[in-house]
């Protein structure tokens, strides 16, 4: 199993444009989730899925879109990116979203640097 | 509201000594903690896990304690060696009444472990 691979490593973009951070699970799990990481912040939820079909919002989702049509992929979109989104970005997926025993497992990461 | 949060931002440690990092957290409903190590440009790795009905835990070199009276998490890991380096996160979760907190894990801002050979 790969577990959860994350594509690009790094994006450098600028101001407004918009893209797509690819995220692919091999584990058939349900839960699904995107994460970003900001010096002195910890990891912070943006948007998460507890199956196909279904994405919720997590605790920072301005600025983000998600869309979950199958359960092993789970892509997060820039509409129109700005400096503040500059982050590393994990996904994140777990057999069950909330059971014992069934831990979030991350990707590597991406590295986005909006200028 | 919510939170979790280190005491120590950062500790150093000589090779073969035991660590202990601990956490605070403020949600009295949280039922599930999670320890995570994040070694650099790489994702967040689980290392351990408890459940609120429990105050100690142990795997292979670790053992989390839990403190429910005062909100206190830590993770001992013994005999310590320099591919422990690494930041470590601890996690929350909320408890399923409700429904809102169910499922999302809410991080600390992480301990950076040093090892020093």
């Known amino acids: 199993n790969a577990g959860v691979t994350q594509t690009p490593k790094f994006q450098v973009l600028k101001t407004g444009q918009s893209m797509t951070l690819q995220c692919a699970q091999d584990?058939?799990?349900?839960?699904m989730s995107w994460y970003r990481q900001d010096p002195g912040m910890g990891l912070r939820l943006i948007h998460y899925s507890v199956g196909a079909g279904i994405t919720d919002q997590g605790e920072v989702p301005n600025g983000y879109n998600v869309s979950r049509s199958t359960t092993e992929d789970f892509p997060l979109r820039l509409l129109s990116a700005a400096p503040s989104q500059t982050s590393v970005y994990f996904c994140?997926?777990?057999?069950?979203?909330?059971?014992?025993?069934?831990?979030?497992?991350f990707g590597n990461g991406t590295r986005l640097t909006v200028t | 509201g919510e939170s979790v949060g280190l005491h120590l931002p950062t500790l150093s440690v000589q090779e073969g000594d035991n660590s202990i990092i601990n956490c605070a957290y403020s949600?009295?409903?949280?039922?599930?903690f999670i320890w995570y190590k994040q070694e650099s440009g790489k994702g967040p790795q689980f290392i351990i896990d408890i459940r609120s009905n429990m105050d100690k835990r142990q795997g292979q070199r670790v053992t989390v304690l839990l403190n429910k009276t005062v909100k206190h998490l830590s993770l001992q890991i013994a005999a310590t060696q320099p591919g422990d380096s690494a930041v470590y996160f601890c996690?929350?979760?909320?408890?399923?009444?409700?429904?809102?907190?169910?499922?999302?894990?809410?991080f600390g801002q992480g301990t950076i472990l040093t090892v020093h050979p």
């Open positions: 584990m058939n799990h349900e839960y």
């Open positions: 994140a997926s777990s057999y069950g979203r909330s059971s014992y025993n069934s831990p979030l497992h």
């Open positions: 996690a929350e979760m909320g408890g399923s009444a409700g429904g809102t907190s169910y499922g999302k894990l809410t």
């Open positions: 949600n009295s409903a949280s039922d599930y």
